[in-house]
């Protein structure tokens, strides 16, 4: 069974990057998309990128200057970086598969990590 | 940016109670249109895709309906382990989805 963990700090300073890193177990990474997912504290979600494994990454436009996505898929693990963060930037981060159905008919967010709290704070 | 809106925010009901919730887009997205279940410091869970299909897994008394800008959740008769938040997503706009606001459905 396929499992994803992040794994991080859970404190960042303001200025600073954040950088989380998601393993993923019981499986491979090859053919699928992997996403990174944030919801602030009582707040909704916010999908901030992808990288497929081949490495290509997409990125939310309104983060895009801050944020690098890179996949290591000798260790099955994908990594985030997000730069110059504020406190708007606190928020659980998820870790995320995404999947297609045949000829794109469909896509979906098929397995969740459980997520880590990274607070932003001097 | 495609907006998703949800309504209502947050609902009461009761166990045995058919609940339905509205997501709708700023534009069309055909049946490009997913929701999630979500309880307390869990992740979001996929409950239906495209709009209308039922994830493997997932309970009958969960359905969906919709396309184009206006799109339901039912569950068509509430259980205990139903009190949590729910979001729709449109992968229309892919890569680039976007969320709605969620609803909190509450026990009465």
């Known amino acids: 069974q396929v499992q994803l963990q992040e794994s991080g700090p859970g404190l960042v300073k303001p200025s600073e990057t954040l950088s989380l890193t998601c393993t993923v177990s019981?499986?491979?990474?090859?053919?699928?998309?992997w996403s990174w997912i944030r919801q602030p504290p009582g707040e909704g979600l916010e999908w901030i990128g992808y990288?497929?494994?081949?490495?290509?990454?997409i990125y939310n436009p309104s983060l895009k200057s801050r944020v690098s996505i890179s996949m290591d898929t000798s260790k099955n693990q994908l990594s985030l970086k997000l730069s110059s963060v504020t406190a708007a930037d606190t928020a659980v981060y998820y870790c995320?598969?995404?999947?297609w159905g045949s000829g794109y008919s469909y896509q979906i967010f098929d397995l969740w990590g459980q997520g880590t709290l990274v607070t932003v704070s001097s | 940016d495609i907006q998703m809106t949800q309504s209502p925010s947050s609902l009461s009901a009761s166990v045995g109670d058919r609940v339905t919730i509205t997501c709708r887009s700023s534009?069309?997205?055909?049946?490009?249109l997913n929701w999630y279940q979500q309880k307390p410091g869990k992740a979001p869970k996929l409950l239906i895709y495209?709009?209308?299909s039922l994830q493997s897994g997932v309970p009958s008394r969960f359905s969906g309906s919709g396309s184009g800008t206006d799109f339901t959740l039912t569950i068509g008769s509430l259980q205990p382990e139903d009190f949590a938040t729910y979001y729709c997503?449109?992968?229309?706009?892919?890569?680039?989805?976007?969320f709605g606001g969620g609803t909190k459905v509450e026990n009465k």
């Open positions: 019981g499986g491979s990474t090859r053919n699928y998309y």
């Open positions: 990288v497929y494994y081949t490495g290509s990454t």
């Open positions: 995320v598969r995404e999947n």
């Open positions: 495209a709009a209308s």
């Open positions: 997503q449109q992968s229309h706009s892919t890569p680039t989805v976007t």
């Open positions: 534009q069309s997205i055909g049946n490009y």
